[in-house]
């Protein structure tokens, strides 16, 4: 009789659970990127999948949670492209107009990631307080050194964001042209009273 690997056969069930999870979390991303949250179903989401529908209340526990999930999904693939090269910069206002930069090239290169991003810009996600916060502190840091003559930080990323995500259904509207990202960056640098615009 051969003998069992449990050990083995626990991992192989861990590496299933994780795939069939991630199959539900990218169907979420999907459906999320074509319409709002209030018209995504558990039905929808499954038969996306290709799962059963126990399959998604098994890893979820509703679709609020798998918003929440694909929320953190989006952040951590931003993250990854954004995070390595933005902290080796020491200038705030740099930092600021790199991220800038860097949200509209994906948004310009990937349209799926652009509408998805849109659409979880109505309800707060994992991904919107982590640009926020980001943000913010680029931001503070940059009045503290009287470089901004917006003076109040929450403002100031409203006004960022608010830029940014009218640019990007713009992008997703009517393309983009070459010098749309520069320009996008200098307006929103001269919206913050920035002596680099």
């Known amino acids: 009789m051969a003998k069992v690997d449990l050990a083995r056969r626990a991992e192989i069930g861990r590496e299933k659970r994780e795939r069939t999870r991630t199959l539900i979390v990218d169907a979420g991303a999907m459906l999320l990127a074509e319409?709002?949250?209030?018209?995504?179903?558990?039905?929808?989401v499954v038969e996306a999948a290709g799962v059963a529908k126990g399959t998604f209340y098994y890893h979820f526990q509703s679709i609020d949670e798998l918003a929440s999930a694909v929320g953190e999904k989006l952040g951590e693939s931003f993250d990854a492209v954004l995070t390595?090269?933005?902290?080796?910069?020491?200038?705030p206002i740099e930092r600021l107009s790199f991220a800038f930069t860097r949200f509209l090239e994906k948004a310009i290169s990937d349209s799926n990631w652009a509408r998805l991003v849109v659409q979880s810009s109505h309800s707060p996600?994992?991904?919107?307080?982590?640009?926020?916060?980001?943000l913010k502190a680029d931001i503070a840091e940059a009045i503290v050194q009287g470089r901004l003559s917006v003076r109040d930080a929450e403002l100031a990323v409203d006004i960022v964001m608010g830029i940014w995500l009218q640019v990007t259904r713009g992008i997703l509207e009517r393309g983009a042209r070459p010098e749309l990202t520069g320009q996008a960056v200098e307006?929103?640098?001269?919206?913050?009273?920035?002596?680099?615009a």
């Open 84 to 91: 390595p090269a933005r902290l080796e910069l020491q200038d």
């Open 35 to 44: 319409r709002p949250r209030e018209g995504l179903t558990v039905d929808a």
């Open 187 to 196: 307006a929103v640098l001269r919206a913050l009273g920035s002596s680099q």
């Open 125 to 134: 996600t994992e991904f919107a307080r982590g640009i926020r916060n980001n």
